[in-house]
């Protein structure tokens, strides 16, 4: 492996709010990892037009001012009012955000409650888009409180996050749902999902993804998920070396975050820094699964709202083992919070998340024993609760399709072990762009 390649030196990646998903236009880079985030002004302001305009738009809106509450929400509103730890927690995460906070904290919503009406509003909605900034819409209302100590000790119980759970469900229904209005988002219209403007974003789209382009207005999409998880054409993204063992293709499209050799099985994944702890990661109870991956090298790649987001295998081999872990929503890193919290919406979170996010871990075995026992891991970031595996099992061939995200922003892990680390040959560098199949890692012969 060539000095430049070696995946101990790089572990975290600088990330610019467009490549978050949160800037309409590149930007300079902010520093993601260790000693907080540094946001330029460009982008920065982006983030505070985008704040400002989202907020009034649902300040308008009559069914922010009263009316029935959704069954989800209802519950989780219950659960607060009715536990007094809980409740406390829940005005101290907005009683707690400094006052010179910039982008400063949004004045209308100084209270859970007033947050549980916002949060009742955007579930009966498609998520926007907006020319100078874009991300989930609730993780922007959380911003600045699940920064705050108190935020991240409610987003951090698990009878929260079962609740927020199914908040998110209801909301993936009615994205997913033909009878309702989601779709009206995705329109080539002004401020639309299919826009010009959103186009910039997502280029060629009509000849990569599947798609009716004679539909003027909505490209055939018939919701907002049917948009989100929209399809590849054929030979849209070839697979890269397919009948060479000794490539490793790229299994998600988006921005490598980091790439890592991990020494220790558990680590303390919530100091400043965030090691990666495979235990935590894998959900390995006996450290079985764990201790076969230490000294391997765990690969992150971060998924923005514009990206592809289905995922595909990266060899061929045995699919052994599925498993779906469930996790934490909206609970930030702790070298996140304040003084210096993260203005990317947890962008600066990504190590931790995959400790105590929901996620599906996929376990591998590829036919080259070389590679041997890979695993993979979907993580679910924020309002992208649901990761589903849509493969069969058994026998699986480079570039097949294994699963997909629904909705937002998310991140993807590959860990191998060290046997087939040793071998790293080149691959692709943090802040690349990746595109799903192509050569990632190309191993030694």
């Known amino acids: 492996m060539d000095a430049s390649d070696k995946p101990t030196e790089t572990s975290a990646s600088p990330l610019s709010l467009f490549d978050l998903g949160l800037s309409g236009e590149p930007g300079g880079p902010i520093e993601v990892g260790p000693g907080g985030v540094l946001v330029p002004g460009r982008d920065r302001r982006a983030l505070d037009e985008w704040l400002a305009e989202t907020f009034a738009r649902y300040d308008k809106d009559p069914a922010l001012q009263g009316g029935p509450r959704a069954e989800s929400v209802n519950k989780l509103e219950t659960l607060i009012k009715n536990d007094e730890k809980l409740r406390t927690l829940f005005q101290k995460m907005f009683d707690d955000i400094p006052k010179k906070t910039e982008p400063p904290p949004q004045a209308s919503i100084t209270d859970y409650n007033t947050f549980l009406s916002y949060?009742?509003?955007?579930?009966?909605?498609?998520?926007?888009?907006?020319?100078?900034?874009?991300?989930?819409?609730?993780?922007?209302?959380?911003?600045?409180?699940?920064?705050?100590?108190?935020?991240?000790?409610?987003?951090?119980?698990?009878?929260?996050?079962?609740?927020?759970?199914?908040?998110?469900?209801?909301?993936?229904?009615?994205?997913?749902?033909?009878?309702?209005?989601?779709?009206?988002?995705?329109?080539?219209?002004?401020?639309?999902?299919?826009?010009?403007?959103?186009?910039?974003?997502?280029?060629?789209?009509?000849?990569?993804?599947?798609?009716?382009?004679?539909?003027?207005?909505?490209?055939?999409?018939?919701?907002?998920?049917?948009?989100?998880?929209?399809?590849?054409?054929?030979?849209?993204?070839?697979?890269?070396?397919?009948?060479?063992?000794?490539?490793?293709?790229?299994?998600?499209?988006?921005?490598?975050?980091?790439?890592?050799?991990?020494?220790?099985?558990?680590?303390?994944?919530?100091?400043?820094?965030?090691?990666?702890?495979?235990?935590?990661?894998?959900?390995?109870?006996?450290?079985?699964?764990?201790?076969?991956?230490?000294?391997?090298?765990?690969?992150?790649?971060?998924?923005?709202?514009?990206?592809?987001?289905?995922?595909?295998?990266?060899?061929?081999?045995?699919?052994?083992?599925?498993?779906?872990?469930?996790?934490?929503?909206?609970?930030?890193?702790?070298?996140?919070?304040?003084?210096?919290?993260?203005?990317?919406a947890l962008g600066g979170s990504q190590a931790y998340l995959t400790a105590v996010a929901t996620r599906m871990i996929i376990y591998i075995k590829a036919d080259d024993p070389n590679i041997g026992l890979l695993a993979l891991i979907a993580v679910g970031m924020v309002e992208v609760s649901t990761c589903k595996f849509t493969h069969s099992g058994g026998r699986v061939k480079k570039g097949e399709q294994l699963g997909m995200f629904h909705f937002g922003g998310s991140s993807f892990c590959l860990i191998l072990n060290k046997q087939a680390s040793e071998r790293i040959l080149n691959m692709k560098q943090v802040n690349d762009k990746v595109k799903v199949n192509e050569k990632l890692i190309e191993l030694r012969k």
């Not at 579930?123 to 935020?151: D, Q, R, S, Y």
């Not at 927020?164 to 229904?173: A, S």
């Not at 890592?260 to 994944?269: A, E, M, P, R, Y």
């Open 119 to 344: 949060l009742n509003l955007i579930i009966t909605k498609g998520p926007p888009f907006n020319v100078h900034a874009n991300g989930l819409p609730i993780n922007v209302l959380l911003l600045w409180p699940m920064a705050t100590e108190a935020g991240r000790d409610a987003f951090s119980d698990h009878r929260v996050n079962e609740l927020i759970k199914g908040v998110l469900d209801e909301w993936g229904r009615y994205l997913s749902d033909t009878y309702a209005n989601s779709r009206d988002v995705v329109t080539t219209e002004a401020g639309g999902w299919l826009s010009s403007e959103a186009m910039k974003r997502m280029p060629d789209f009509d000849t990569t993804y599947e798609c009716d382009p004679s539909d003027k207005k909505h490209y055939g999409f018939k919701t907002w998920d049917h948009f989100f998880t929209r399809a590849l054409r054929p030979k849209a993204r070839p697979i890269a070396n397919p009948d060479s063992s000794h490539v490793i293709t790229s299994p998600v499209e988006g921005t490598v975050y980091a790439h890592k050799i991990v020494s220790k099985v558990k680590d303390q994944f919530w100091l400043k820094g965030q090691p990666y702890s495979l235990v935590d990661m894998l959900h390995s109870e006996n450290l079985n699964d764990a201790i076969r991956f230490s000294g391997g090298m765990v690969y992150q790649i971060f998924l923005s709202p514009f990206d592809y987001h289905r995922w595909h295998s990266p060899v061929d081999g045995e699919i052994q083992r599925v498993e779906e872990v469930p996790g934490t929503y909206y609970a930030a890193a702790p070298d996140q919070g304040f003084p210096n919290a993260d203005k990317t």
